[in-house]
Structures are given as C-alpha cells and as structure tokens.
C-alpha cells in the first residue's frame, strides 16, 4: 500500500506546471529586475552591461529557485514552494557603494561583498535556525502580518508610482526651473555681479505630476483586481488557481488595447545570450565592505524565517530545524552564485508566498518550473522584454491581492494567539507593528543616526522582528521546547 504523496510533493500535469509557474514568474518579475536596474545606473554601467545586469539576475534567480525548492545534497534548499529573488534590504549599502567608486571598480567591491557575504551567511545558517525557539505564534504571526503590510508599499507605488523619480507626485515648476537656468547663465557671463548658485541649490517639486496616480492607470489596476474576484469566486478548478495570471493577462490586453503597452523592447532586444561568471567585474574584496553585506544577510535570513514558517503553515508541512537551516544555508548558497554570476544577495520572495496562499497550490514543483522558466528568460532576452513590458499597473492590481494574503496569513496565526489569559500577547503585537510601520510611514527617521547601522533600522520587517522577540522573551519568557516554535506558523488553517 502506498502513502498518500503531501500535496507540497504533488507533481502535477506538464501544462498546469508550466501555467503556474509563469504566473509565479510574473509576480515576482518586476521586483527582480528592479535591483539590477537601479544598482547599474548607480554605478553608471553603460546601457548594454546593465541589460547584462538583468539576464544575468533572471538567470540566477533561476538556478537558486531550483536548489531551494527540488534540494542539491543533505546541505541545500527546503523542499518548499519558494521563489528566489534579489533582496531589497541589499540595494542600500549597494547604492552607497556605487556612489562613492562608481564604474567597473564599484561593480567588482559590490561583487566582492556579495561573495563574501554568502560565504558567512552559509556559515552561520545553523546559527540562526537555532532561534526557533524564541519565535512563538505570536511573535511570528506578528512578523508575517509586518511583511504583508510593508509589501502593500510595493502594490500600491506599482498603481500610482514610486514617491520619487520620474512618477512622483509633484514635480518643479517649468517656470522656475527656466529662472534658475538663466540665473547660472548670468552668475557665470563675465562682469556679472550676480554670485554663483550655492552648490547643491535645487528648486522643490511643487506642481502635480501628470504621470503620478494617472486616471487610466489606475482603472487598469482595477480591473486586474475585479478579473481576479470574479475568476477566483466563479471559475472552478484549474481556471480559479491561476486567477491572478489570468487578470494579469487580461491586464496586459487592455493595456496593449490603450496604448500603455507596446513591443519596442522586444524588437531591441537579442535573441540569446550567454550568462558567464565574472562578465563585468572581477570581485573586490574589502573586508569592512563584507562585513555591511553580512550584517544584511542577517536580516534577510531572519525575514527567511517567518517566510518559511508561513509556507509550512499554508502547506501543512512542518518546519524542522535541519530543514530550516537547509533553506536559510540556500540563501548564502545564492548569494555566492550571485557574487560570482555579477549578481546580488538572493533570498525568498514573499509576494510568491502570498500567491501560494491566493491559489491553494502548495506543490514544489511549479516553483521548479518558474525556475526552469527564469533560466530561459535569462538566456533569452527577448522573452524577457516581453514579460517586462507590463506596465506595472497591471502588476499592481495583483499585488493588492498577493501581498493582503501574506498579512492575512499572520493575522490568522495571530487569531489562535491566546489575548484573554495572556494580556501581555495583544502589548506584544501592538508595539512590534507600530515599531515595523517606523521606515513604512517615516523612511527619513534615520539621517541622524550612524551610516553603518542604516541597513539594520531601515526594514520594518527586521525592526519588527527584533520587537517581537525582545518583547516576547519580556513578558513571556523563551519556550523551552522547540516544537512550539517550529509549529509556530501551522496555528490557523491557510485557506
């Protein structure tokens, strides 16, 4: 008699495969290429190194998702439907980088630190899985609420646009940019008496930019999210488990119907390109440079941990330590591919934990087929500019649904949490979510403090997490048996 195979082992049909694992691909696509983009044009890499960038990243981000979700050897990858992807909490310290050694030289200490990192994420992973113990249901599900809400951010910039660039609410008004212009003419014609524009004198966004919460824009975002309502409440079966591939398709029709899509960039872009290591830069190794990234690479396998226990809640798998230090050990293994591909640190996304929670479809192998699929688009630039020319509203109105499943995944945790005879529970979850909304709703609250503790204060999620332990380990004590912890995020039913 044969066992019944776990629904996160299930291999499902070539074709359903291959649909689920695009639409995994399509959630986290922008957020990959993201970071490739703003780091090269931080470091002033001419135009084709930072399309490099971004096959390179694609590429990687498909390897690693293969190691985390099939497994490489007793050491590598948690066996779970998770999605790999470059960490945001990297872009900082990067961006400092390239700021102060621009070109080539920035790019290889950028790779430098990156290496390095992984080499002590790898390291230090059995380290970190270890505190499962002081990571209770209310502790996690606090956590896991913090990420859902900071997520939000992402969805509603992709609707509206980002709050600085060239989407941002306001911009200068044309007239005084013009004065200022005629003014620097003047302050430098011969005989002027006019003194020089103080450097760094700059005119204020004060007139309301056209491109920012666009009419048009926004309606699209709308009907993506009403497309995947009616499909995730009327469709049945197969059609209501891959709703928000099918509104993001359907927002990609409209899109292209009015004029806010078009396939410039898929004509532009090569057929085939090979992804080597080292293509860019040879790395640098500074050691106050490693020791930045390795301090990120803690925060991004602590946000692994609440990840992880969120997918072993919606997937009814639980979480032992060895697999959790397998999954977090993958991190650092990424990291160093990374490093070595020109790439960044690599950690789990969470708006594909949120979509696993949205379909109900926990099995690992469709991740493994949005792998397989971000290996091709890595090594096939035109298919890549095809997914990239989404316009981001369409992304945007699925982000809403995706990124609202991950709170709610916490806020389910949160709902076998027992505040009735444990009153220091409901001080726990309040302190740590309003200390996480901290960077969310003041993101400048730092410019005072030291540079060198930046990367630990500006996620909300890592604020949040530390909130929660400390306060936990307060009023409550740390448990002493680490089943409680391990089943932390198996305490609500996910669907």
């Not at 509603?156 to 980002?162: A, E, K, S």
């Not at 993001?248 to 029709?253: A, C, E, Q, T, Y």
């Amino acid at each position: 008699m044969t066992s019944k195979v776990h629904p996160v082992d299930e291999v499902l049909p070539a074709g359903k495969l291959t649909a689920l694992g695009l639409q995994h691909v399509l959630v986290m696509y922008a957020g990959a290429v993201a970071v490739p983009l703003i780091v090269g044009r931080a470091l002033n890499l001419p135009p084709e190194q930072v399309a490099h960038l971004i096959s390179a990243d694609l590429f990687v981000c498909g390897l690693v998702t293969l190691i985390q979700a099939l497994g490489a050897t007793q050491w590598f990858g948690i066996k779970l439907p998770v999605m790999m992807g470059v960490t945001f909490a990297s872009v900082a310290p990067m961006v400092a980088i390239a700021q102060s050694t621009g070109g080539n030289a920035g790019a290889g200490l950028i790779f430098g630190s990156v290496i390095g990192a992984g080499v002590v994420s790898i390291l230090i992973a059995p380290v970190i899985s270890r505190m499962l113990r002081f990571f209770p249901p209310v502790v996690t599900g606090t956590i896991i609420a913090v990420i859902g809400i900071s997520l939000m951010r992402v969805g509603i910039n992709w609707i509206f646009g980002n709050p600085v660039g060239p989407t941002a609410p306001s911009v200068p008004n044309p007239e005084h940019l013009k004065w200022l212009a005629e003014a620097q003419a003047m302050a430098g014609a011969p005989g002027s008496s006019l003194p020089a524009v103080p450097k760094g004198f700059s005119v204020l966004p004060t007139v309301p930019n056209p491109k920012y919460a666009d009419l048009q824009g926004a309606a699209v975002s709308g009907i993506v999210l009403l497309s995947i309502l009616l499909i995730a409440r009327f469709a049945k079966g197969f059609i209501a488990n891959i709703s928000v591939l099918m509104g993001i398709l359907i927002g990609g029709v409209i899109s292209v119907a009015m004029g806010l899509m078009n396939f410039d960039k898929v004509a532009k872009a090569e057929w085939f390109t090979v992804v080597l290591p080292f293509q860019i830069a040879m790395p640098i190794f500074d050691p106050i440079l490693i020791l930045t990234m390795s301090l990120v690479m803690v925060v991004v396998m602590i946000e692994s941990t609440g990840m992880f226990l969120a997918l072993g809640d919606m997937t009814k798998r639980e979480i032992t330590q060895d697999e959790l230090t397998r999954g977090l050990r993958t991190d650092g293994l990424g990291t160093l591919i990374g490093g070595v591909f020109n790439t960044f640190p690599y950690t789990s996304f969470s708006q594909n934990v949120g979509l696993v929670a949205v379909t109900g479809v926990m099995s690992r192998w469709v991740c493994v087929a949005g792998g397989a699929i971000l290996i091709i688009l890595g090594v096939l630039p035109k298919m890549g500019a095809l997914i990239e020319s989404l316009p981001t509203v369409v992304l945007g109105g699925a982000g809403l649904v995706m990124f609202g499943m991950v709170a709610s995944t916490g806020i389910r945790i949160l709902s076998n949490v027992d505040f009735r005879n444990n009153k220091h529970n409901a001080m726990i979850v309040a302190v740590s979510i309003g200390v996480g909304m901290i960077p969310l709703v003041a993101p400048n609250f730092r410019q005072w403090m030291p540079h060198s503790i930046h990367p630990l204060i500006e996620s909300g999620i890592l604020l949040a997490s530390i909130a929660a332990v400390l306060l936990n380990l307060f009023f409550n004590g740390a448990a002493k048996d680490n089943s409680a912890a391990i089943n932390a995020a198996r305490q609500a039913d996910a669907h």
